[in-house]
């Protein structure tokens, strides 16, 4: 969870967004940043279940380890409430919203 976490917070420091806290709660580790713009948020919430992701490769080390990140990431991308899926959502439809998705 530290290094979801640590994602996280290296996504918006390289991202400039300020990060406001860092804490713990029943449902574990969080971070309160600046809401910055929505590329930018979509970005910084993917970045902790990229970590986890990435973490994957330790699985021939622990495979408990790789399951456990499996299983982090996989459920930190479901949209639900609270969740870093909930935010990729949320920052993904304002990009449609504003009109500043690719083209």
């Not at 406001?20 to 902790?48: D, H, M, Q």
């Not at 990435?54 to 409430?81: E, K």
Request: aromatic share 8%; glycine share 10%.
């Amino acid at each position: 969870m530290v290094l979801h976490e640590v994602g996280h917070l290296l996504a918006a420091l390289a991202l400039g967004i300020k990060i406001r806290s860092v804490g713990l709660r029943w449902k574990g580790l969080y971070t309160v940043r600046e809401a910055g713009p929505p590329a930018k948020s979509l970005l910084i919430s993917l970045a902790g279940p990229l970590t986890n992701a990435v973490l994957l490769f330790g699985w021939h080390w622990s495979p408990t380890f790789g399951l456990a990140n499996l299983c982090f990431a996989v459920c930190n991308l479901l949209p639900i409430d609270g969740s870093d899926g909930e935010r990729a959502l949320k920052s993904w439809q304002r990009m449609q919203d504003e009109n500043t998705l690719p083209k």
